[in-house]
């Protein structure tokens, strides 16, 4: 398939007068169109070189290019066409063409075949011979508004004689079950059934042939008895007529204007073979297979041999049935589809040898076969995965097994929810374009895939369905559900596309194509602000499902939060596009409501309810108060850590800026411990539980026993955990306000914090960026849920061996690296173990297992281990590793773009980097540079503890090393604090500053055997300790920090006084730039 359409001639050449070019453009509506070279005399040389005669032609260069059908006349003569109501299947519209014996040079086929078409050319079939095969066309839109058609080259299939067929699926024109929502188009569209279509044919003598669809085309009927999106396809290979069953009807047809759209095409794009094939013990006739993968697909099944008239079913289901749903016997779960059937049904002819549905797509890991005359083996059936054939574009790697395969989870969710449109789920009776679902995922979807074709197209359906230039509905296309006006925080999600693809790409075009329709959208929301204020803003979806047992917090708060959110974002690209008076009034919206919003919902301390939330989503926004902004972030932090036990409690809104909001207050650490969570609720627990061990993210935290009527197991709204990690957990991080957008600015952060040894990431769109580092040595943490993998612990490449383990526990420890703590399930004989396994060896696997574990300790509940180790090189001048012995670090930055990357010393003394093997660029506390070609220089960031650099376009490759601290101190608030004290006192000796903040607890911390560096964690402990540590103190000979500045009292339940203990490191540091 092409995507280029009308034939032009370009005629060059040359003359002493220049270059002269005419061109003719052939047309079914128009004939031929010609543009004559402007005529002229001149003395000068030809500029090809030579001599000619003045003002005559040289050597002719001709070329020939296809281009888009440019205007809508040029569809005048082809009809819409249908077959007449006596075809009960699914018809066949066919065209026998007279081709004179004169050699064809080229022929072109545009077609616009309603819902999905599959085209044949002498036999030919289009589809199967487009790499890779195209699976379901065109897409799908708002057809009373653009219709989409495509285009084929098909010189190499025209002949005579010649014949076009084609098949016409309904897709998602059947208007019983996807009624469009608003009003009836000016034109009656009543068939669901429809063709257009052109061919052009250009002859080697110069003549001329257009076919064009009229009522001379016939009808026939086929083996197709019944074709459905939700319900799938009958087919009974015995039937199809071989006679004509009736001619075409012409018909009004759909009422938009026909464009040929730029997104790619819905393909089959790879195969799962079956990982298990088995049948029901208690119904032998049905024959399960997994396919190991939950995708959108269809199944290829093997029917060679079978006799005439045998009928084979296949029932596509997610995931099999268990309690609460039914006995866990093998059998399917079918009750979360709905109404949707998912069953594909075959009665063979006896001579075919495959099926293959051609007109529909499943939503499924399982099938179900009956009716099947023999045992199947893995070479009868394989799924065929289908999806919009957009390429991958990030991709993502780290020793961590959790991350990895949520990773791979929220890609192959993505994928199977990329119709043409990005789809809800792709398996019960909706598959639609919910608007809060691709707003959400769009940051993730940029970062995973090439989008710079199917969100501009997206974004483009979201404005057709724009009504008078303001409201949008839910859904777009606007079918089947959906409200109009959407919920505000569905309808944010067209500035949010628009605004994401020029925050990650750059895109301006798209910007300001639909810049006027964005701007008219946030006018309309703000007239819907009542006169009572933002806190009143309507709303009927909100936190989408938060996870049970949690509330939802109030709608009015999500909706003012997205509509401050659309400002926002429409600001910037006011601001891009040179929209001045705009960002006046863009400006002054964002500062009033802000206010309304804080009047609304702050009370001095904490937002509205008090919920995770509440604290997250003002704090995105940047709009909390300077003077109680250290307040609400460490309320915040002590309640994430606190009642909330670092666990989501918000639903699709709050999980997705949850972790943005962690990395922006300086707690990464938080997050990432969010995301390497195993249990419920967490993107972990979906893919480890052991009642359905998920491949692709669920529409529900609590899947496994949820409701039948919403409960996808291939859904996308929470896949905005893959932007966050693919940005900040890796260390890559873009300027969130002013600063160059697609990839010219880019920050690179390598190492933050110690739960992870190592990470890369890479981009090829908009710009190939790649980024990697490695820790060795020093501490190193792992973890890993009950699995037979086990958990490597490693010290990396030159990190020496493992000297000791700082703790082990089998069960739910809770915590992140450095702040780990035994939780209520405990094997006791975790220590041992790893120390039995692991001391003296640079890399050890730990048994994860139920083998090794099982009839240890609490048996039924979701586990993990979690083993942190200090590590010892041997090197003399190391001394002692502490925290790493080296950290390299790898950075590509494109051309066009500018970096700074900044290398932590995570407390270390004399520091020493190298770019390469041989070039110094930092000594101690001096910047050396090396001579290396773009480092543009170096300075040191006291709050970091880091040095930084800034890079120009080129390849790096840093590695640092330091000594151990000069001074480990610890500062017990027990021991120090008097009346007239203040809480804590933090001091360093001899000119040092405090580097690092190592171990911070507000609360009952424990003292171990008496030592200063050696405390855990008690009963109670504020989440805000280190962050209030750090900020305060961090670069300081010394600091004083108050009580008042941890927040809330932490833990008000538990009895005893507060103590806060600190344990810090102390170097000589340069000064701060």
């Known amino acids: 398939m092409l995507s280029s359409s009308s034939l032009l001639r370009i005629t060059r050449w040359s003359n002493r007068c220049g270059t002269r070019v005419s061109w003719q453009r052939r047309t079914a509506a128009s004939g031929t169109e010609a543009r004559p070279s402007e005529a002229g005399s001149c003395t000068s040389g030809s500029s090809d070189g030579g001599t000619t005669r003045v003002g005559s032609p040289r050597a002719a260069r001709v070329g020939h290019f296809m281009t888009g059908v440019m205007d809508p006349r040029d569809w005048t003569s082809a009809q819409w066409i249908t077959a007449s109501s006596t075809v009960s299947s699914l018809p066949r519209l066919h065209k026998s063409l007279f081709i004179p014996a004169i050699p064809i040079e080229q022929a072109v086929l545009f077609a616009s075949g309603l819902g999905y078409s599959r085209i044949y050319v002498n036999g030919a079939d289009l589809h199967r011979l487009s790499d890779p095969p195209i699976a379901l066309n065109p897409g799908w839109t708002n057809y009373e508004v653009r219709v989409p058609y495509s285009v084929y080259d098909v010189t190499n299939y025209v002949r005579s004689p010649a014949t076009i067929d084609v098949l016409l699926g309904i897709g998602w024109r059947d208007t019983g079950v996807y009624p469009y929502r608003d009003a009836s188009p000016p034109v009656p569209d009543t068939s669901a059934r429809v063709l257009r279509a052109i061919l052009n044919i250009t002859y080697s003598d110069g003549s001329f042939q257009s076919i064009v669809t009229d009522n001379t085309w016939s009808v026939y009927s086929t083996p197709y008895i019944s074709d459905s999106i939700y319900d799938g396809e009958t087919?009974?290979?015995?039937?199809?007529?071989?006679?004509?069953?009736?001619?075409?009807?012409?018909v009004?047809?759909?009422?938009?204007?026909?464009?040929?759209?730029?997104?790619?095409?819905?393909?089959?794009?790879?195969?799962?073979?079956?990982?298990?094939?088995?049948?029901?013990?208690?119904?032998?006739?049905?024959?399960?297979?997994?396919?190991?993968?939950?995708?959108?697909?269809?199944?290829?099944?093997?029917?060679?041999?079978?006799?005439?008239?045998?009928?084979?079913?296949?029932?596509?289901?997610?995931?099999?049935?268990?309690?609460?749903?039914?006995?866990?016997?093998?059998?399917?779960?079918?009750?979360?589809?709905?109404?949707?059937?998912?069953?594909?049904?075959?009665?063979?002819?006896?001579?075919?040898?495959?099926?293959?549905?051609?007109?529909?797509?499943?939503?499924?890991?399982?099938?179900?076969?009956?009716?099947?005359?023999?045992?199947?083996?893995?070479?009868?059936?394989?799924?065929?995965?289908?999806?919009?054939?957009?390429?991958?574009?990030?991709?993502?790697?780290?020793?961590?097994?959790?991350?990895?395969?949520?990773?791979?989870?929220?890609?192959?969710?993505?994928?199977?929810?990329?119709?043409?449109?990005?789809?809800?789920?792709?398996?019960?009776?909706?598959?639609?374009?919910?608007?809060?679902?691709?707003?959400?995922?769009?940051?993730?979807?940029?970062?995973?895939?090439?989008?710079?074709?199917f969100l501009p197209h997206y974004a483009q359906l979201?404005?057709?369905?724009?009504?008078?230039?303001?409201?949008?509905?839910?859904?777009?296309?606007?079918?089947?559900?959906?409200?109009?006006?959407?919920?505000?925080?569905?309808?944010?999600?067209?500035?949010?596309?628009?605004?994401?693809?020029?925050?990650?790409?750059?895109?301006?075009?798209?910007?300001?194509?639909?810049?006027?329709?964005?701007?008219?959208?946030?006018?309309?929301?703000?007239?819907?602000?009542?006169?009572?204020?933002?806190?009143?803003?309507?709303?009927?979806?909100?936190?989408?499902?938060?996870?049970?047992?949690?509330?939802?917090?109030?709608?009015?708060?999500?909706?003012?939060?997205?509509?401050?959110?659309?400002?926002?974002?429409?600001?910037?690209?006011?601001?891009?596009?040179?929209?001045?008076?705009?960002?006046?009034?863009?400006?002054?919206?964002?500062?009033?409501?802000?206010?309304?919003?804080?009047?609304?919902?702050?009370?001095?301390?904490?937002?509205?309810?008090?919920?995770?939330?509440?604290?997250?989503?003002?704090?995105?926004?940047?709009?909390?108060?300077?003077?109680?902004?250290?307040?609400?972030?460490a309320n915040f932090l002590n309640q994430f850590v606190g009642s909330d036990h670092t666990h989501i409690t918000a639903g699709i809104i709050g999980t997705k800026f949850l972790l943005p909001v962690l990395s922006l207050v300086n707690r990464s650490d938080l997050a990432l411990e969010v995301v390497q969570q195993t249990d419920y609720p967490s993107w972990g627990f979906m893919v480890y539980n052991t009642l359905e061990p998920a491949t692709t993210i669920w529409e529900l935290w609590n899947a496994q026993n949820g409701s039948a009527g919403m409960d996808s197991r291939n859904h996308h709204m929470f896949s905005s955990v893959s932007g966050w990690?693919?940005?900040?957990?890796?260390?890559?991080?873009?300027?969130?306000?002013?600063?160059?957008?697609?990839?010219?600015?880019?920050?690179?952060?390598?190492?933050?914090?110690?739960?992870?040894?190592?990470?890369?990431?890479?981009?090829?769109?908009?710009?190939?960026?790649?980024?990697?580092?490695?820790?060795?040595?020093?501490?190193?943490?792992?973890?890993?849920?009950?699995?037979?993998?086990?958990?490597?612990?490693?010290?990396?490449?030159?990190?020496?061996?493992?000297?000791?383990?700082?703790?082990?526990?089998?069960?739910?420890?809770?915590?992140?690296?450095?702040?780990?703590?035994?939780?209520?399930?405990h094997a006791p004989n975790s220590q041992l173990l790893v120390e039995k396994l692991c001391i003296g060896k640079n890399t050890c696997v730990v048994p994860t297992d139920e083998a090794m574990w099982g009839g240890v300790v609490c048996q039924g509940q979701t586990r993990w281990m979690v083993v942190s180790v200090q590590c010892r090189s041997g090197d003399e001048v190391l001394g002692d590793d502490f925290k790493f012995s080296s950290i390299t670090v790898n950075v590509s930055v494109p051309v066009g773009s500018v970096g700074v990357v900044y290398l932590p010393a995570h407390g270390k003394g004399q520091l020493s980097v190298w770019e390469g093997q041989h070039r110094g660029v930092w000594s101690d506390r001096v910047y050396l540079g090396g001579g290396v070609r773009g480092l543009q220089g170096g300075e040191w960031v006291s709050e970091l503890d880091a040095i930084k650099l800034n890079v120009l376009p080129g390849r790096y490759s840093f590695t640092v090393k330091g000594q151990s601290p000069l001074e480990r101190r610890c500062v017990d608030s027990e021991q120090q604090q008097t009346a007239a004290s203040p809480f804590v006192s933090l001091h360093c000796h001899h000119g040092n500053t405090i580097s690092s903040i190592d171990w911070v607890s507000y609360g009952n911390p424990i003292t171990l055997q008496g030592e200063c560096l050696s405390h855990a964690f008690g009963s109670c402990e504020a989440g805000s300790g280190r962050s209030v540590v750090e900020r305060l103190c961090l670069g300081q000979a010394s600091c004083k920090v108050h009580e008042s500045a941890f927040g809330s009292t932490p833990c008000p339940t538990v009895s005893g006084k507060r103590r806060v203990v600190v344990e810090y490191t102390c170097n000589r540091r340069p000064a701060a730039a």
């Open 235 to 250: 087919y009974d290979a015995r039937q199809g007529g071989a006679s004509v069953a009736s001619q075409a009807v012409v």
């Open 252 to 453: 009004s047809g759909p009422y938009g204007q026909m464009y040929l759209p730029s997104i790619p095409y819905i393909a089959e794009t790879g195969s799962d073979a079956p990982v298990a094939i088995y049948r029901l013990a208690s119904d032998a006739s049905k024959q399960i297979v997994d396919f190991g993968n939950n995708t959108a697909g269809v199944c290829r099944i093997n029917v060679a041999g079978f006799p005439s008239g045998t009928v084979v079913q296949i029932r596509h289901a997610e995931v099999p049935q268990h309690p609460p749903y039914g006995p866990q016997d093998g059998s399917l779960y079918y009750d979360n589809l709905r109404s949707a059937k998912q069953t594909d049904v075959y009665t063979c002819n006896g001579s075919d040898a495959t099926y293959q549905p051609s007109f529909t797509y499943h939503g499924f890991r399982y099938a179900e076969v009956t009716g099947y005359p023999r045992d199947l083996s893995s070479a009868d059936i394989v799924k065929v995965n289908v999806h919009s054939n957009v390429l991958l574009n990030g991709q993502l790697h780290t020793s961590n097994p959790t991350l990895l395969a949520i990773q791979a989870s929220v890609v192959r969710g993505q994928l199977s929810n990329l119709m043409s449109v990005p789809t809800d789920c792709d398996q019960r009776d909706e598959r639609l374009g919910w608007m809060g679902d691709a707003g959400l995922s769009s940051d993730s979807m940029l970062l995973n895939f090439h989008m710079d074709s």
């Open 462 to 633: 979201m404005a057709d369905d724009q009504v008078k230039g303001s409201t949008l509905p839910d859904v777009v296309p606007f079918y089947r559900y959906g409200t109009r006006p959407a919920d505000p925080s569905w309808g944010a999600a067209f500035p949010q596309l628009v605004w994401a693809l020029y925050h990650y790409y750059g895109d301006l075009v798209t910007a300001k194509a639909l810049y006027p329709s964005v701007m008219a959208y946030v006018q309309f929301m703000l007239s819907t602000i009542p006169s009572s204020g933002i806190g009143n803003m309507y709303g009927y979806y909100g936190d989408w499902v938060p996870p049970p047992p949690q509330p939802k917090v109030s709608v009015s708060f999500t909706s003012a939060f997205s509509f401050l959110l659309n400002v926002k974002q429409t600001l910037e690209l006011a601001q891009a596009l040179g929209q001045q008076n705009d960002v006046a009034t863009l400006t002054s919206i964002f500062t009033t409501q802000s206010a309304s919003f804080n009047k609304a919902f702050f009370n001095g301390q904490s937002y509205s309810s008090g919920l995770q939330i509440t604290y997250v989503l003002p704090l995105y926004l940047g709009i909390v108060p300077a003077d109680s902004y250290d307040t609400v972030v």
């Open 725 to 825: 990690m693919m940005t900040n957990m890796v260390g890559l991080t873009l300027p969130r306000h002013g600063g160059e957008r697609g990839f010219k600015e880019l920050e690179f952060h390598p190492a933050r914090y110690l739960d992870l040894s190592d990470a890369s990431v890479s981009f090829q769109h908009p710009k190939p960026v790649h980024f990697s580092w490695r820790r060795d040595g020093g501490v190193q943490c792992a973890k890993a849920p009950e699995s037979p993998q086990g958990l490597r612990v490693s010290c990396g490449p030159t990190g020496g061996v493992i000297d000791s383990v700082l703790f082990a526990s089998f069960g739910n420890p809770t915590g992140g690296c450095g702040r780990y703590r035994v939780g209520s399930c």
